[in-house]
């Protein structure tokens, strides 16, 4: 099979062997240059356990599935709604304000005897950033209720990038080429 890209010719002989291959190695590209843009965006402050070590690739039924499992990466990822303002998102869409938006609890503290907790990624870093006292974290999370937090799309910055997409495919290609 010859595969063209971008005006370069691939001549795969063994497709059905190596395309699982190839779509590994273009998850390995997109997840190393999303980690690039997280630590170049400074979203990240805790290393390899937070939000960049959260970030897993798989090839499943062959398709590439990229995904995180931290609790806040689609906050990251979307930014949230303010009451008071919207946010625009770096691609375009507009998210206008929802009134009915709650404070960023984590949902299975929320009715405890405790009282609520902020979602943990945020009251990991309220705590690394001198937010220590109930009042303080509680300002926090109205702050973001009220005015939204701005997405900064790490996923979106990457995959919808054609420089960098086509970088990590011809990559991909040539290596499964040889």
Do not use: C
């Amino acid at each position: 099979m010859i595969i063209t890209h971008e005006g370069q010719s691939y001549d795969i002989t063994n497709w059905d062997e190596i395309k699982d291959q190839i779509l590994h190695d273009i998850g390995i590209g997109v997840k190393a240059e999303i980690v690039k843009q997280i630590m170049s965006m400074r979203i990240v402050d805790t290393g390899a356990a937070g939000f960049k070590g959260s970030i897993h690739t798989a090839v499943q039924g062959g398709e590439l599935v990229i995904t995180s499992s931290s609790n806040y990466a689609h906050f990251i990822e979307f930014g949230t709604a303010g009451r008071r303002k919207g946010v625009s998102d770096p691609f375009g869409e507009s998210k206008p304000p929802n009134p009915n938006r709650k404070m960023p609890y984590d949902k299975k503290t929320f009715g405890s005897a405790g009282g609520p907790k902020l979602v943990e990624g945020l009251e990991k870093w309220a705590d690394r950033h001198g937010f220590t006292t109930k009042g303080a974290k509680f300002n926090l999370a109205k702050h973001i209720r009220d005015f939204g937090m701005q997405p900064f799309a790490p996923f979106r910055k990457v995959l919808y990038n054609d420089k960098i997409m086509t970088k990590i495919i011809n990559n991909a290609f040539r290596g499964a080429s040889k």
